[in-house]
């Protein structure tokens, strides 16, 4: 319990009523009657760390230019606030409790200083404010990552996040933006990925009511001055029909020799599931409904940043897929079906449980990870000596091979592969996996008559 000892000048008394024991009795009536002995100043959450000299200073402050009585006459406290629309420039403020006209007064200026700091506010002060708030609308601290990323890359250097904000002009924006360009030699996507922390802060200014509009939203680019990006060729995309064979036999032959990990079972099953390696690795016996396998939960690196700017990560298994589009349930042919009846036969073999609930693909009993199918695979083409490709690039296999197909529809194979854009499908899946020798031969059939 704090017992509070009353400030004199807290309770300002008009000379000519000092002579009256009795009004200063009132006078002091409505400071003390509750306050005294308190547990508190009542003075709201968002002022709790303002020190009572603080307080007493901006009080003080505003006696010394508006006028602050005690009128026995309605037994209320009188001041005034600055109020540009008034006639006299202010507007008169009254309440019955001296600790009431008080707050109030705390609260007008607390509410300008903020306004003030506001308007000068710049990228740099609003950043961290606008990173926590961009956290809360994700689940994907590798995103997050990047982003941090990003701010030091392409904006912790820079001038522009000095700039109060409010002053920022399109045309600034736009100059900023192409010299940006330029400089940076920034090809479309990553230019899109770099301005996302100038965009959404911007846009968030705008949601708080701090903004009238976003600046950098008034503006186009010309495509032509984004870096072009050179086509990779198949050979680094996807497997050959030589290569595949290859990697399948090197794995089968690794699984004789390490039978305690079916990470090689599960490379080789990809090239027909086509799944992304997070999706591969943690797939549950319950998710295989034969002929059918239903997609839903992947594994994904978790990141945490401290307080010193420090990242730390770590791999978890989360009840999502990366994109809405990923829920899915996939066709298995036999030749994969076969496959998961070979690894359930020897985890059963060696103990373990396949139970709904058990991971598929285990590693002496427990769920493998990304890097081990990520380890297999650069095993692999090193020991055949061809380009270092990844699970990435079965994937990309497998969709190739169902686009080669003419009597697949284009709808069914984006919802084999997980996709909802076209654009991002044919681009990205869609490649050449014949050699050299075999497409000259092709282009002699179909050319040649």
Known sequence: MIIRRPIVQECFIPEQYTSSPEIIKNCLQEV????????QVSAPVEHEDMTKKQRENIIKKHMEQYTTKYYESDN???SFLPDVTHPRKMKPIAKRKWEDLEQAIIDYYSKQEESNNRKKLTLRTLYPEWFDFKWQDTNNSAYMKRIHQDWKRFYENDTIIDRPIVEMTTLELKNWARNKIIQESLTKK????????????????????????????NFKINSSLFTPVVPKESEYEVF????????????FEDFEKHPHSTSAIALVANFSLGLRVGELVALKWKDLKSPYLQIRRMEQKQYEKFENGDWKSHLEVVEHTKTDAGYRTIYVVSYALELFEKVKEDNLKRGYSCEPEDYIFLYRGNRISSKSIANKFEKY???????????????KTCLTKIADNANINLKDAMEFSGHK?????????CFSRYSDEQKREELEKTLNL
């Open 240 to 251: 050959n029909e030589v290569e595949e064979q290859q990697i399948k036999a090197l794995a």
């Open 421 to 429: 854009d076209v654009q991002t499908y044919i681009k990205h899946y």
């Open 76 to 78: 209320r406290w009188h």
């Open 190 to 217: 990553i230019y899109y990925n770099m301005t996302v922390i100038i965009r959404q802060s911007l846009d968030y200014l705008v949601e708080l009511g701090e903004l009238p509009a976003n600046p950098f939203s």
């Open 381 to 395: 083409c090193k020991s055949l000596g061809i380009v270092k490709k990844t699970n990435h690039k079965a994937r």
């Open 32 to 39: 003390l009657a509750e306050g005294m002995i308190a547990t």
